[in-house]
């Protein structure tokens, strides 16, 4: 990868990287069976799902949902107790040179602040097989060029990711594994790298990103494995996960018998599970729809409202911890948050 | 191995904390020869006026205690790099991981190179050019606050004398199989302030006492010959605690392997335990 500009990134058309020279199949990422046990703990259970070259996927979950370590489970620094984690059909560890072909950022600390960015980069060079001037190369195409000679223990938050992602791109590899590279940087900072991984992916490379937040990856990525307490909870492309959100409208009104034979008459399928008695979600209808069905039975209505069907409910959803005694909730687009009222 | 090794020369020479090491021990070995080579002419001076011939253990040492002669006073005084700054190489060898632990730059070293082993005994190997460096610093130090105080004072120097100059050199030797000791150390226990406070505590207190105590019986007398120590100041073959009269040493060679035997134990137990263990 040579000639990259700074920021801004430019577009994929006038990418100079060769698409041909990347085999796609050394681009694939599996994780199959994938456990790992901390003392009493699973931190990752059973987990089994793939990333496909050319394409950024987003490892989505809550906190101490198991990413970080199942990315370092992926780069050989821990062991799993069980299942396997390749990176194009082998383990990190079993290659020679393996930061020339996967490439990572884990955290944005890893740094000896008294070393400059430059020198940082360069103490990885020789094992990577890189001349020094890659650092240099590394360093503008993350906007770091003016900093090259500062001492690390002097940048900002958002100026670690960089460094960290410069590291990552250091050996110009086919798979860039990256843990929540958008911690920390600002609003233009995000815009940039959202741009800068669509640019990595256009190339034919396999882009892994991880985040605990879906709409700060939501505009990046084209498929999206969501984790939760160590396991899968869902896989698929972003197409895949928005079809999930289906419209919903809640409504609320203080004649429960009236408003529990309207949803009858109407054959709606209501969810009043979440909801106390007088309130229903029902699926698949406008609002207009449900009001005028009310009107016509002249059933009072205190409350009419679209429900929130954005991704990120959705993946609050999918991710939430379930009640104690309670099955998983089904996949729905609306369900109270922790700490609302819940009516079992 | 050499790509290995390189980045472990350039971990370690883009930190500040090598040439600090250097620069500190340099002034310290000074100073305290300086202070030593002071109480050496006062104490001869002293007896002379006495008329008596003057002791070099003040009452500590034993039966072997050396008469204060020129010879004496110039070995226990350029050898004090080994006998007292030896904790500066073992500083800079357990930084040499222990920085990475601490910075948690043990995780970019292991992607880039995920064979443990191969990290781990590059460090070692690395750490050899500044662990010279630091001893050199110490040594000059030593010799030069030494001959300069013995000079002013119009004492022989020695510093012609064959035997004086192979003592003297033989630190460097010691000074730097410390820093391998180091590594071992820092290896085996990763937490840096840890590890410093536990390396000053040995090397400053635990082990002169425990040589003071073993010497005093016949039976542990011969286990204080093998502390690390008394390893390294058999390198040089001379040292304060010899001419104090409190033990003998083991041959140079002995010293040298027992030392290295140090290192290398500390350095497998460090392999087997935290670079065999998940990072991060």
Redesign the interface.
Known sequence: MVDVPVAPVPSPSADPSPESALDPAEGVVVVTGLTKRFGPVLAVDDLTFAVQPGRVTGFLGPNGAGK?TTL?LL?????PNAGTATIGGRP??DRRQ??RHVG?A??A????????AR??L????????VPDRRADEVLAQVGLADAAERRVGGFSTGMRQRLALA?ALLGDPQVLLLDEPANGLDPEGIAWLRQFLRWLAAQGRTVLVSSHVLSEVEQTVDDVVIIARGRLVHASSLAGLEALARPAVRIVSPDATGLASLVDVQGWAPVTRFAGPGEATVFDHRAAEVGAAAFARGLELHELATADTSLEALFLQLTADPEPGMPPPPVQPFAPLPGQGVVP | M???L??EL??VA????WWLLALVMGAYMLTMAVIMAGSFILAMRQAEEAGQPADISGGLGGDGAAVLDATTVATSVYTLAVALGYIFPAILGALAVT?EFR???I?????????RGLVLGAKLVAVIPFAIVVALAGVVGTVVGGAVTLALFDEPTLLGDPEIQGVIGRQVLALVLWALVGVGFGSVLTNQVAAIVVLLAFTQFVEPLLRILLAQFEATEAASKFLPGAAGEAIAGSSLYVSSGLAALLEVWQGALVLLAYAVVLVLIGRVTTFRR???
């Open positions: 970080t370092r780069l050989g620094l821990a062991r990190y560890a393996p930061a990572a884990l955290e600390s890893s740094f000896h602040p008294g070393r400059t020198d940082h360069r103490a990885y060079a020789p094992q990577l097989g590291a | 050499i790509a290995a390189r980045a350039r971990k883009t930190t500040r904390s920085t910075h948690r730059t995780t970019p070293t292991l992607l880039a190179e995920p064979r998940d990072i991060g």
